[in-house]
């Protein structure tokens, strides 16, 4: 996973700085994402490994998927990662992309897992206290984990704030242990 990471990064930089510079964030985002869904399908997974398989072929099959929607530019990407053998990395580009796409905008994805489903109020107050904690606008994804006994963790970038029941336990546990 780290080296899938670290492979991936300059490739989201680029795409990102090519896209921005031509003010086509938002379009390269949802070819990045179709890209990288389909790069993900077992059939494609077979075509991208065939050793029979040319890039011209690989390109108008991306063609296929992608439609007249992919500029030169976007193209050219997609035959630099078949180049380098990186199309299996698209994911995490698409992933980094995005992310540089939020920094750009000033907004943060945050996720956020609570032992208990919370009310709409609970969720706009913990959005409004997040958004003056980081300075920025708030993407929140919310799931519920039971295992939590109680609370909530919260997780925004390499950020981790545990307040949940189980944390605090195994925080004094650790405590005791000293």
Known sequence: ?????????????????????????????????????????????????????????LMAVFGDVLGDSADTAFNGFLKVLMHYR?????????AQFETLKR??????????????EMSPDQ???????????FGTEIEMEVDVDGDLLGGLIVRAGDKVIDASVRGRLEQLGRQLVR
């Open 1 to 57: 996973m780290l080296a899938e990471t670290t492979l991936a990064r300059p490739y989201a930089r680029a795409a990102f700085n090519l896209a921005d510079q031509a003010g086509t964030v938002d379009a390269w985002s949802a070819l990045l994402a179709r890209a990288a869904a389909a790069v993900e399908e077992p059939k494609f997974k077979r075509l991208i490994g065939h050793p029979a398989m040319e890039d011209d072929q």
């Open 86 to 94: 990186r199309l299996p990395l698209l994911a995490e580009i698409a």
């Open 103 to 116: 920094a750009r905008d000033q907004r943060l994805k945050v996720d956020v897992t609570s032992a208990v």
């Open 123 to 133: 969720v706009e107050q913990l959005a409004d206290r997040l958004r003056r904690r």
